[in-house]
């Protein structure tokens, strides 16, 4: 069966420093990945997603990046936190879609989150 | 910029009610996801709906899709305290989108013993 890690759990940061989310899913191959914030009380934001290797789109200009340096793992960073960047990130992944042409997205599994708060 | 709408944002029933969630949306889809969360926790899939299809149930859920009005809702049937959670509707956005999910802002169930 297939599982998705995320870490950590939650992290205190200052502003100005460095931050690396973590996210690795087992049981599948060529996942779509994805990370999304959600902000308190809120519903969740579209960061980055990827579809292979190296692919990395990105939704929303922000302080954030993410790469992808092996199929099944997918690492958001930042180089110098901003007190806006506190939130609840959910890493995701889904099947890729079989065929050619087809562009559906289906069920997307989460993993339990990281809960930023950068003071 | 939010695809999905919940509404309403909170809602509030007693154990054995019926809770009815509604979502709408603004560009074409292929189809519409309807998830889960618990309190801290990451979201769980309920049930996806196709945009030919009207009408799915799985167990105590049952979920509409109007593409003319761009809407669909979530009934859950005979609730239970365990129900609690926020419910948010997603789409995969259409012809401009790929490999995507976009949420709502969801909707608060609270159920009550």
């Known amino acids: 069966s297939q599982t998705i890690h995320q870490w950590p759990a939650t992290l205190v940061q200052p502003v100005g420093s460095p931050l690396s989310l973590e996210c690795t899913v087992e049981?599948?191959?060529?996942?779509?990945l994805y990370w999304y914030r959600q902000a308190a009380g809120r519903g969740l934001q579209l960061l980055f997603y990827?579809?292979?290797?190296?692919?990395i789109s990105s939704e929303v200009p922000q302080n954030l990046s993410a790469s992808r340096p092996q199929d099944r793992q997918f690492i958001l960073s930042s180089k110098k936190l901003l007190l806006s960047d506190s939130g609840f990130y959910l890493c995701?992944?889904?099947?890729?879609?079989?065929?050619?042409?087809?562009?559906?997205?289906?069920?997307?599994?989460f993993g339990e989150g990281s809960r930023l708060t950068v003071l | 910029s939010q695809q999905g709408e919940e509404d309403p944002q909170a809602l509030s029933i007693q154990e054995g009610e019926n809770a009815t969630m509604n979502c709408s949306y603004k560009?074409?889809?292929?189809?519409l996801q309807w998830y889960r969360q618990n309190s801290g926790r990451g979201l769980v899939h309920l049930i996806l709906?196709?945009?030919?299809?009207r009408e799915k149930h799985s167990g105590r859920l049952r979920v509409t899709l109007d593409t003319s009005k761009k809407s669909s809702s979530l009934l859950i049937t005979a609730s239970r305290a365990a129900d609690t959670a926020s419910y948010f509707c997603?789409?995969?956005?259409?012809?401009?989108?790929?490999?995507?999910?976009?949420f709502g802002a969801g909707t608060r169930l609270a159920v009550h013993p």
């Open positions: 995701a992944w889904s099947r890729a879609p079989s065929g050619t042409g087809v562009r559906k997205t289906g069920e997307l599994f």
């Open positions: 560009t074409s889809i292929n189809n």
């Open positions: 990827s579809v292979g290797i190296g692919q």
């Open positions: 997603a789409t995969d956005a259409g012809s401009g989108g790929y490999n995507k999910l976009i």
């Open positions: 709906i196709r945009s030919n299809e």
């Open positions: 049981g599948t191959s060529n996942p779509n």
